[in-house]
Nanobody, 124 residues
Framework: QVQLVESGGGLVQAGGSLRLSCAASGRTFGNYAMGWFRQAPGKGREFVAAITWDGINIQYGDSVLGRFTISRDNAKNTAYLQMNSLKPEDTAVYYC?????????????????WGQGTQVTVSS
């Protein structure tokens, strides 16, 4: 079992930046692919980014490509999402996810563990 706790959300103006963190505990963090998803009010959960344990395979959703960067520090059991040039449409609850297999899969159903989410609000 893996427990995931997100932090770093908040309110920011359009054009600003935030860095989200996802602290993992319970199992060997380094063997898991990690990802970020988001869910805006009234919408489904959307793939944002994911990274394999070795950092070799990284993928981003089309809406964040070039603005967001995912990374991880296996020694700290933590994954990060650096978000730059934020837009009001980035407003959502951001969820960290872990996948037991070391492959990037964009599907929500392919993730094995989830955090509780952190709110990101971007004002115009």
């Amino acid at each position: 079992q893996v427990q995931l706790v997100e932090s770093g959300g908040g309110l920011v103006q359009a054009g600003g930046s935030l860095r989200l963190s996802c602290a993992a505990s319970g199992r060997t963090f380094g063997n898991y692919a990690m990802g970020w998803f988001r869910q805006a009010p009234g919408k489904g959960r959307e793939f944002v980014a994911a990274i394999t344990w070795d950092g070799i395979n990284i993928q981003y959703g089309d809406s964040v490509l070039g603005r967001f960067t995912i990374s991880r520090d296996n020694a700290k059991n933590t994954a990060y999402l650096q978000m730059n040039s934020l837009k009001p449409e980035d407003t959502a609850v951001y969820y960290c996810a872990a996948r037991k297999y070391n492959t990037v899969v964009r599907s929500e159903s392919a993730q094995d563990f989830w955090g509780q989410g952190t709110q990101v609000t971007v004002s115009s």
